[in-house]
């Protein structure tokens, strides 16, 4: 469930996730600090293997968001950028596509 929410996070439009999120100029951080908590918890406490298609979409966001976390890149955490960056928009795609796959998985458990 966290790692529903926190892809589902990541998949909004950026202003809706700024307005969800609720903290206005540290939107992009919380949002990649809760996936990277939930994402850790659910490898964690895996008791079987997932897809190999959600995980390969897990691994692209965390992916993407270590590429957005190198220094080159700090001022793409502005609220700004996450809402029209094109990084952001391929993460948010990154995201719906495992917001879809997690679904699946829930149902198939």
Same mark, same amino acid.
């Given at each position: 469930?966290?790692l ?5 996070h990541l998949?909004?439009p950026g202003?809706? #996730?700024?307005?969800r999120?609720?903290?206005?100029g540290?939107t992009?951080?919380?949002? /990649? @600090?809760?996936?990277? +908590? ?11 293997l ?6 390969a ?5 965390d992916?993407?968001l270590?590429?957005? #976390? ?5 001022d793409?955490w502005s609220?700004d950028?996450?809402c /029209? @960056?094109?990084a952001? +928009?391929g993460?948010?795609r990154?995201?719906r596509?495992a917001?879809?796959?997690l679904g699946?998985?829930?149902?198939a458990?």
């Open positions: 469930a966290e529903r929410a926190a892809v589902g998949g909004l202003r809706d #996730a700024v307005v999120m609720g903290s206005p540290r992009a951080d919380r949002m /990649a @600090h809760r996936f990277d +908590e939930a994402y850790t918890q659910w490898v964690d406490t895996l008791s079987d997932p897809g190999e298609a959600l995980l979409s897990l691994q692209r966001i992916a993407a270590l590429e957005l #976390a190198k220094p080159e890149n700090r793409l609220d950028a996450l /029209a @960056h094109p952001w +928009e993460l948010r990154h995201a596509e917001g879809v796959l699946a998985d829930a149902a458990s």
